[in-house]
């Protein structure tokens, strides 16, 4: 139902099984109806899917895999992404929605955070919330997903220092955009010009810190206006402490490799679902089982592009999302 977003239920199964009727033509099949499968469906649950994605994706860069590593450290980046919903009372009080001084959105919307391989563009974790849940909610259901010698990046929604505790706890690196919000102790410059600062625990933090946690600092400035606004600082923290290791300058490249995860979100969203508002489904569980369809169909597509890749059949140069999904593929003569 993911591959053919814009077909009924109807039609989809209709495309699964015909070809056992070529097969059998002497023992013919009614086909199933609409309201069997979607009765059938609502029976099976969203268990056997999560089961599904649980055990089907995992990480696929190999040790030579080019772009994927930095300095024997795994890539991977998290990152939280809106999902429409159908506009239902069950998906309304279930996910909840925007509103304004103009009034409410259109659709429901559902939270997922994503943990994505960044040199693979395979997503091996998801968390879906409803719309008013913090994305460092869905960090911490996804930490099991984390393990040592990964380098995680992500933006400036998911810090807290309860969870760099956490991470430095599991042996796994961070590097995050810092908000503008978060107070510092400013401790020692380093020769690289980032420096060494402390985090202090807060009283009132949702997840609190047991101790003081160690970060560096790079602070910088663009002047290319296209990249963002010149002359405003921007702030990046690491728990890579030593400069020696990890320049600044590398790690300020380096983050940019985030955004390797908005690339899976735009393959989602846009190809694989060919541009459709909302997901297809009118329940929360059905939202839910659609929500890992879609990231799950997206893992197949970065499945077969590392395969291509591995049999030496693709370009050079970094892995990337053919744009179209399978068809670009096929008309690529891959």
Not at 242 to 247: G, S, Y
Not at 279 to 289: A, C, D, F
Request: hydrophobic share 40%.
């Amino acid at each position: 139902m993911v591959l053919w977003s814009r077909l009924a239920q109807g039609r989809v199964w209709d495309k699964l099984t015909h070809w056992l009727q070529d097969r059998s033509p002497e023992q013919p099949e009614e086909p199933a109806g609409p309201s069997a499968l979607s009765y059938q469906r609502a029976i099976l649950g969203v268990e056997p899917l999560q089961w599904l994605f649980e055990q089907g994706t995992h990480l696929l860069c190999a040790p030579e895999t080019e772009g994927a590593w930095y300095r024997g450290y795994r890539l991977m980046a998290l990152d939280g992404s809106l999902f429409n919903v159908p506009d239902t009372e069950a998906n309304a009080a279930a996910f909840g929605r925007s509103c304004n001084q103009y009034g409410k959105g259109a659709y429901p919307q559902a939270r997922a955070v994503m943990l994505t391989e960044c040199g693979s563009h395979a997503t091996v974790g998801l968390h879906l919330g409803d719309y008013d849940e913090a994305e460092i909610h869905g960090a911490y259901a996804l930490l099991p997903k984390l393990s040592r010698g990964m380098f995680v990046m992500y933006d400036a929604n998911v810090f807290g220092g309860a969870y760099l505790e956490a991470l430095n706890a599991k042996g796994v690196r961070a590097l995050f955009a810092l908000p503008s919000t978060v107070g510092l102790e400013r401790v020692r410059n380093l020769p690289d010009g980032s420096y060494l600062a402390r985090l202090t625990p807060q009283r009132r933090a949702v997840y609190p810190m047991q101790r003081a946690v160690w970060l560096r600092v790079i602070e910088y400035q663009i002047t290319d206006e296209r990249l963002g606004e010149p002359g405003r600082v921007y702030r990046l923290g690491t728990t890579w402490l030593n400069p020696r290791t990890a320049p600044a300058k590398e790690l300020l490249v380096l983050y940019h490799e985030r955004w390797e995860i908005e690339i899976v979100v735009d393959e989602i969203k846009t190809h694989l679902r060919v541009q459709q508002k909302v997901l297809r489904s009118h329940t929360p569980e059905g939202v839910r089982k659609a929500t890992l369809c879609a990231v799950s169909g997206a893992f197949c597509h970065s499945g077969l592009d590392v395969s291509l890749r591995c049999a030496g059949r693709a370009g050079p140069g970094p892995l990337e999302f053919y744009r179209g999904g399978l068809s670009a593929v096929r008309s690529r003569g891959r």
